[in-house]
């Protein structure tokens, strides 16, 4: 463990950096849909890549205590971008 002050390793920074550039994607991602909504051909694609190439239809369930059901990826999508769980996975 590094002493508390001391600056991060090659590599702590190297991951710390990694971290930090695809959570500032993700944001940038949440405010396209944001600004344009779901139907967004720019949206649409980053939905379908986000999950192999087909932007699940119908319901998405989760493993959110309280919030276990969406009505489709774009309703979970804005909730992850809302709260800030860019990461989180159904």
Wanted: proline share 7%; aromatic share 14%.
């Amino acid at each position: 463990a590094q002493q508390p002050g001391t600056p991060l390793s090659d590599q702590e920074y190297h991951q710390f950096f990694k971290f930090l550039r695809i959570t500032i994607q993700a944001s940038t991602a949440c405010h396209l849909r944001e600004l344009y909504g779901c139907k967004n051909s720019l949206v649409q694609r980053l939905d379908e890549y986000e999950n192999h190439g087909v932007i699940p239809s119908g319901p998405v369930c989760s493993e959110l205590p309280g919030n276990p059901f969406f009505h489709n990826f774009c309703t979970f999508s804005l909730y992850r971008c809302i709260m800030k769980n860019y990461f989180l996975k159904v």
